[in-house]
């Protein structure tokens, strides 16, 4: 497996490592009110600089949108949803294979989406080190998708953000009990 380990769990904002730990991708999100975009950044190798990979622009209410390449695609059409609850994303990778992120309550797992389900990425969390030893976030890649890298990464942030979306708190106001003329009432301040 190819492992690469995230300087943070901010997704938008983070540095992806290979193994000798030199800094590979390069994620950034200015803070915006309205219209955030993900830049992601490539190391161009032998020569320590970085060229923008491509771009995601984040949408709430619309779809949102990778740009590479000179292209631009909203993610509703390059990778849609699929299934009941939307937690799944299927793809066609650039060897014209279908492939599947499955974001599970706490991590993302590529496979290939045919009937045998290869696993060819997983995405795990870091941990503090209470139970088992410390370690930073990391995503484990197969070789079997080397050779399409570029799309493995941007998918994986894509679909990261998404997860962790799912999985904060909802914004909004937040359910109290109160007591009100002897009686408990549930109220939403």
Known sequence: ?????????????????????????????????????????????????????????????????????????????F???????????????????PYRWDLKSRVVVLSRDDGFRMEVARFHRATLGIRGRKRKAMLEVSPEVAHMMDTVIMTFIYVEKLRRDKEEPREGPQPRMKRSRGAWLLCFD
Do not use: C
């Open 1 to 77: 497996m190819i492992v690469f380990t995230l300087s943070t769990e901010f997704i938008r904002n983070t540095d992806i490592t290979n193994e000798r730990g030199q800094i590979i991708y390069r994620t950034y999100t200015p803070y915006r009110l309205i219209g955030r975009t993900t830049t992601i950044y490539k190391i161009r190798p032998n020569i320590s600089q970085f060229n923008v990979l491509g771009e995601i622009e984040w949408h709430k209410f619309a779809s949102s949108k990778f740009r590479s390449g000179g292209m631009e695609v909203e993610t509703k059409a």
């Open 79 to 97: 990778i849609p949803k699929r299934g009941l609850w939307g937690r799944t994303r299927v793809f066609i990778g650039p060897d014209r294979r």
